[in-house]
């Protein structure tokens, strides 16, 4: 008896599933940070200290909640991921794929992964998560709830090292991800993966998946970002682009289906 053949679908959170920046709807609002104000400081402190800009956003939540005497527990973020707007479709559409393939294809495995360079807490308490194989994010440590340091940053180019991970079946951060294994023999080859993003912060992820045979989508939610899309498409690091529209009968629901057939046809 063969196994199912197993096709990933990885997506970016902010922009990707939500409208904006999900810290707009969460963490923002409630340390009352103007979010442009907050960007900019991250900005200087990265040219500044010549760090990682995901470490001194962590760093700087934790800073402003000190100092404004905020807590900010896992308790809290549960609470604030209530008031994150997705994109349309959301989270409707992965009740709908999942249908559509256990339906139309029954020796097909499909996973949802979300690698994100947000709080995993965040992602994690979403509406979204519980549809999720694995969410790979941004995290603190935490004692008694309360986070103490930064436990894991994800910036744009540690994404493409759980794009591997996925592939190679070590999802775990302690399982060594370079050992090698034949794509024939990777329990999701890059052939079987599709991923999904909105911006600069997954240029990476998407050449990676990409050039290594699978498929890469970017998607936009307004005249700008679109304009970035249309940039990324030109310059050959995605296949295609659309508009964040996951609703029944839209462009990218049609566009991932039709991927989905390219893919068990090619297998």
């Known amino acids: 008896m063969t ?13 990707t599933l939500t409208k904006e920046s999900s810290l707009n709807y969460t963490i923002f609002p409630y340390l009352k940070i103007k979010p442009d104000e907050f960007w900019e400081l991250v900005n200087k402190e ?17 800073e402003i909640a000190k100092n404004k005497k905020f807590k900010i527990t896992q308790k809290i973020l549960k609470k604030l991921v209530k008031n994150i707007i997705y994109v349309k479709g959301i989270p409707q559409y992965f009740e709908r794929i999942n249908t559509y393939i256990n339906k139309n294809f029954k020796d097909i495995n499909l996973r949802h992964y979300i690698i994100s360079g947000n709080l995993a807490e965040i992602v994690k308490f979403s509406k979204v998560a519980k549809y999720m194989k694995n969410i790979f994010a941004s995290s603190y440590y935490y004692k008694n709830g309360k986070p103490v340091f930064p436990l894991l940053a994800v910036n744009e180019t540690l994404k493409t090292q759980f794009i591997f991970r996925i592939s190679k079946g070590r999802e775990k951060m302690y399982e060594p991800v ?14 079987n993966i599709i991923y999904i993003g909105d911006g600069l912060t997954d240029i990476p992820s998407m050449a990676v998946v990409k050039n290594n045979g699978g498929h890469s989508i970017a998607v936009y939610n307004d005249t700008d970002s679109k304009k970035v899309c249309d940039k ?13 529209d996951y609703s029944k009968g839209s462009k990218l629901e049609k566009l991932l289906k039709r991927i989905i057939a390219l893919i068990i046809k090619n297998n």
């Open 3 to 15: 196994m199912p053949e197993t096709i990933a679908i990885i997506y970016d959170f902010d922009g």
């Open 232 to 244: 990324l498409l030109k310059e050959g690091r995605v296949h295609f682009i659309a508009k964040a």
């Open 46 to 62: 990265m040219q500044k200290d010549n760090a990682d800009w995901i470490l001194i956003f962590m760093r700087l939540v934790l």
């Open 178 to 191: 370079n050992d090698f294994i034949e794509h024939s023999k990777r329990p999701v080859p890059f052939k």
